[in-house]
């Protein structure tokens, strides 16, 4: 399939979707339960709205959703009481999967999330969205249940910035626009035709995540668009369009470690399946300029490591749980 033609294929609105009883009842038909799954660190100030706003309407009035589940990377503020208080249930991820070695960030949320969520559908969702709203959810899991081809979705929106005191509509992203899409263009063109593919907010059939790697840090999106295309086509893939995300917007120096962690992890892909040679290991040291009042700039080094946990379905402990046979393939 073309990119064009996947484009216009395969892009949903989450309005279409809003008829949750009908939802609700085509899940019960097809024996699927849902998992929500909120990656969380410090979040106490949101993470409660973020529970409710998806539990009343999507599991107390609608059995659409079957679990909420909170994996959180070692809060220091109440996260973990405020998640318990509005009906979530929370895991700290470091007390899962010890044998596994330790690791920390987003990626490494998600990989475990796998292990410990119930659902035939996880659905992944951030926790400092301002604007929540059950479309975030419905919007996601619709095309899974409606549409038999599609294993995979992934959000778009638009993302506003605050620039002095205005609000601009179009100016967040400013990573997906400065650094991915054009590697995705010139690289992965098959890539090219998300819209966000950096959006925090993704779901799809456990039997997909489970057979690809998943990176712990930054770089987790950039690695899972590459290998779920790579072995499940463009066709098993669809985008849904859920208005606007409004969240905290990060400042320069923080969106530069990002971007250098997700090179990070686009260029071991990229070297990994041809497409990008590099004579020497990726570097996972980062320099940063720092400046103090006076004027003063500074050379600093940080290091922003991505490791690369395996697919999920390599461990016996997931394959017991699970019940999963030793007849798949999955990414390396």
Not at 262 to 279: D, E, H, P, S, Y
């Amino acid at each position: 399939m073309k990119v064009e033609e996947w484009f216009e294929r395969n892009k949903f609105k989450h309005d279409s979707f809003r008829d949750i009883k009908k939802l609700a009842e085509l899940k019960r038909r097809k024996r699927k339960k849902i998992s929500v799954v909120i990656p969380t660190l410090n979040e106490e100030s949101t993470i409660g709205r973020v529970i409710t706003t998806i539990k009343k309407p999507l599991m107390e009035k609608r059995k659409l959703v079957d679990e909420i589940i909170v994996v959180d990377s070692g809060s220091t503020d109440d996260t973990g009481k405020q998640a318990v208080k509005h009906g979530a249930k929370f895991y700290l991820a470091s007390d899962y999967l010890k044998k596994r070695g330790k690791a920390r960030g987003k990626g490494e949320n998600l990989w475990k999330s796998l292990y410990l969520a119930e659902g035939d559908i996880i659905c992944w969702v951030d926790a400092d969205i301002k604007n929540i709203h059950p479309r975030f959810v419905y919007g996601l899991v619709g095309p899974l249940l409606t549409q038999d081809k599609v294993k995979f979705t992934k959000a778009f929106y638009q993302r506003p910035i605050k620039v002095g005191q205005e609000l601009v509509p179009l100016g967040g992203g400013r990573v997906t626009e400065l650094t991915i899409r054009p590697l995705f263009n010139m690289y992965f063109p098959r890539l090219s035709g998300f819209i966000q593919p950096l959006s925090g907010e993704y779901a799809g059939e456990r039997e997909v995540f489970e057979k690809i790697p998943f990176f712990t840090g930054y770089g987790v999106e950039t690695a899972m668009l590459i290998d779920i295309v790579k072995k499940f086509g463009l066709k098993a893939c669809a985008q849904v369009d859920l208005k606007k995300r409004v969240h905290k917007n990060q400042p320069l120096s923080s969106l530069s470690k990002m971007a250098f962690g997700i090179l990070q992890v686009f260029a071991k892909r990229a070297n990994t399946l041809g497409k990008l040679i590099q004579v020497k290991n990726v570097k996972k040291n980062l320099r940063i300029m720092e400046h103090d009042r006076k004027g003063n700039y500074y050379l600093k080094k940080i290091d922003v490591p991505e490791k690369q946990r395996p697919p999920i379905i390599t461990l016996p402990e997931y394959r017991k749980k699970f019940k999963r046979e030793p007849s798949w393939t999955y990414i390396k």
